[in-house]
């Protein structure tokens, strides 16, 4: 059993910054990867961003270039570094984690959801 709790999220203009972290704890021996999805009214969630214990990173096309996921393994937190945001990153992000030994699409646990919005 993993929980997982966010911060991070708030209201910006287009062009703003915002970080995102989650924190993990409880059955932490058990997780391979963390990262967020996040889902806008009207859309399905998809896969923002997602880092491996190991390092390895991921991110959807239309976040590379504008943001940064890195890991603080002694804190079991993770961020998720959002620049150059657009109207089109408004959406509730949710943290979620990948356990060891299940497939990469397989979600362990989810966090409450954070709002970002980003104004036009």
């Known amino acids: 059993q993993v929980q997982l709790v966010e911060s991070g999220g708030g209201l910006v203009q287009a062009g703003g910054s915002l970080r995102l972290s989650c924190a993990a704890s409880?059955?932490?021996?058990?997780?391979?990867?963390m990262g967020w999805y996040r889902q806008a009214p009207g859309k399905q969630r998809e896969l923002v961003a997602g880092?491996?214990?190991?390092?390895?990173?991921n991110y959807a096309d239309s976040v590379k270039g504008r943001f940064s996921i890195s890991r603080d393994n002694a804190k079991n937190t993770v961020y998720l570094q959002m620049n150059s945001l657009k109207p089109e990153d408004t959406a509730v992000y949710y943290c979620?984690?990948?356990?060891?030994?299940?497939?990469?699409?397989?979600?362990?646990?989810w966090g409450q959801g954070t709002q970002v919005t980003v104004s036009s």
């Open positions: 409880g059955s932490i021996f058990s997780i391979n990867a």
């Open positions: 979620y984690t990948n356990r060891v030994g299940a497939g990469l699409a397989e979600i362990g646990s």
């Open positions: 880092i491996t214990r190991r390092g390895m990173t």
